[in-house]
């Protein structure tokens, strides 16, 4: 009994440390300009499906932040080529 014990106290902090498929974008995309509401919903389905598909299998050897950063890569990258309007990094200050 102390040794089934011992294993679930080692197995139970490594399945905490394995990485888990997004369950969807960590950044906010709005509606393209003068685009529908309604095709901007199904844009979102459809690229949720597509960054899910671009992580398959990396949740295997790559930690939970990184499967939600390329998750998100992927997400942005379609919606932005479907139109929409994506997060960009700011740049540098201005000049004055």
Known sequence: MTKRWIGLLILV???GACA???TGPSVMVLPGTGQPFEQ???DVHVCRDW???Q???AFMDAPSWEVQRRY???YVQCMYAKGHQVPSPPGPPRAR
Do not use: M, R, S
């Open 13 to 15: 902090p490594c399945l």
């Open 20 to 22: 888990t498929v997004p």
């Open 40 to 42: 901007f919903q199904a």
């Open 51 to 53: 960054a899910a598909k």
């Open 55 to 57: 992580v398959k299998g």
């Open 72 to 74: 998100d890569n992927a």
